[in-house]
């Protein structure tokens, strides 16, 4: 029940005030409140009082898939990861394992953990159906257990990558659909994901998995429905709005593996727009940003239009996605988590357009931010201390030139799930109650950005953690 709640002395734009929320709504922001007018009463203490923050691209199944498996991501050595992988194993073939003898692996990084092949994955695992994601999420590796398991003599011929003498590595590319239907999809519980997103300050999501399907929505939706799953959810994936969630703009792919045709990409666009709906188009390399922008523009660009990631942007285009409008939504935390990697295989021509922050703000482009979780961690503080220092887990350096100041990065959190990179939300009369208390003030936690200054998190008035 979210019933009256009084927050004394919150720090709110800079100034201590008391606010009342009431109804899943902010009633009131100013002083003098006297403790009786609510039910419950919160002692900030000169904490500050933000809107809750929105994270504008995640993969909600994934990430609660990937809290069911093993990851590999603390994992820094090759050993390490072999010992993560092999324990895993162990416990899955001497006890009911939760997928069903499946072991799910993610996070495997080929830079931090070594090159991974059939024969080193089947001497970790043995008899173990084991699929190890690549850490992009477009690539598994399956042992050859889980081949046999799954059928892989039936798969798609384009998924399955072969070796010169024709037979399967074990590599599946981009072949999840399949997969997803020869493992079968298994409810996962998105309680602990929801958990997770509370205890960093976040009330919102956009969820931007392409293709949700029926079966997917489904579980978001049960989810909603259960309580599991407290924050709001935008969907990009669905062709018609679905009752509970936000609609925002189609995804559609731009993919380089898959071929780059910007005519008929633009008329894909023309016909989502048609249907009074933006796109938002996933398109990481230089080849792949510059096909959406071109078939953008020659769709005609409709107020709401985004681009997911653009992690490789020319600096010519600057202009053409001012003009248009268009938002890039961007993963600070990529420099930081995966830098290390982009440092060693990024072309180094692309290397001064790599994850740009500051040179877009200064050309007029809209940003906002989003972690790809499970990609990166869900901290969206973590995120905005890179976006500050551009430094990798390593300590190297990319891209000083697009530093950022702390209090812009969060900035890209607090714009509208309708309107990324528009106008910031604000603790104010009729607001909604979504709203997320430090327990220091905000110059204090943007100095040394930290998720652990995440004191409590409110959903529509409802107090959400602790
Ligand atoms: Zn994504």
Redesign the pocket.
């Known amino acids: 029940m979210s019933g009256r709640t009084l927050i004394r002395d919150a720090e709110v734009d800079g100034s201590l005030v008391d606010v009342l929320l009431d109804g899943g709504r902010v009633a009131m922001v100013g002083t003098g409140r006297r403790p009786s007018a609510a039910d419950q009463v919160i002692d900030a203490a000169g904490g500050a009082l933000l809107p809750g923050l929105h994270d504008h ?3 909600l199944l994934a990430m609660a898939a990937r809290l069911g498996g093993v990851d590999l991501d603390p994992c820094d050595t090759p050993a390490a990861a072999d010992a993560a992988i092999t324990a895993a194993a162990a416990v899955a073939s001497t006890a009911d394992a939760s997928e069903g003898g499946w072991v799910r692996v993610a996070g495997y990084d080929e830079h931090r953990h070594g090159p991974l092949d059939l024969e080193r994955l089947d001497r970790l695992c043995g008899p173990c159906a084991v699929r190890v994601q690549h850490r992009t ?1 477009l690539s598994w590796l399956l042992s050859t257990f889980a081949q046999r398991e799954v059928g892989l003599d039936d798969a798609p011929p384009s998924i399955v990558e072969r070796d010169r003498t024709g037979g399967p590595t074990g590599w599946v590319h981009r072949g999840d659909d399949w997969l997803g239907e020869r493992i079968g999809h298994r409810d996962q519980s998105l309680a602990a994901v929801s958990r997770a997103l509370a205890a960093v300050g976040i009330t919102g999501v956009t969820d ?2 392409a293709e949700l399907g029926a079966g997917r929505l489904a579980q978001l939706e049960r989810a909603r429905g259960s309580g599991e799953l407290v924050q709001h959810v935008t969907l990009l994936g669905v062709d018609e709005p679905a009752a509970g969630f936000g609609s925002g703009p189609r995804k559609l792919l731009v993919d380089e593996q898959l071929g780059l045709d910007p005519d008929a990409l633009a008329g894909r666009i023309a016909a989502v727009h048609r249907t009074h709906r933006s796109v938002a188009l ?1 398109a990481v390399t230089r080849a792949e940003n510059i096909t959406a922008v071109t078939a953008i523009l020659a769709a005609g660009p409709r107020p709401g239009d985004r681009i ?2 653009g992690a490789i942007m020319p600096f010519e285009l600057d202009a053409q996605l001012a003009a248009a409008g268009i938002t890039v939504i961007i993963q600070p935390a990529l420099v930081g988590e995966r830098g290390d990697h982009h440092l060693a295989v990024v072309d180094p021509d692309d290397l001064a357009l790599l994850h740009r922050q500051a040179s877009f703000l200064a050309a007029g482009v809209r940003l906002a931010a ?1 972690s ?1 979780a499970p ?1 990166t961690s869900v901290d969206p503080w973590r995120a905005i201390a890179t976006a500050v220092s551009r430094r990798t887990r390593s300590g190297a350096s990319v891209g000083p030139a697009e530093r950022v100041d702390a209090r812009t990065a969060l900035g890209w959190y607090l714009t509208d799930p309708t309107d990324p990179g528009g106008a910031l939300r604000r603790v104010e009369p009729g607001a909604p109650a979504d709203l997320c208390l430090l327990d220091v003030p905000l110059g204090e936690m943007l100095a040394a950005p930290d998720a652990a200054h995440v004191h409590a998190t409110w959903i529509d008035g409802v107090m959400v953690r602790p």
Do not use: F, I, Q, Y
């Open positions: 691209h995640v993969h999420g931007a998995t996933h997911e990631h989003g790809d990609v």
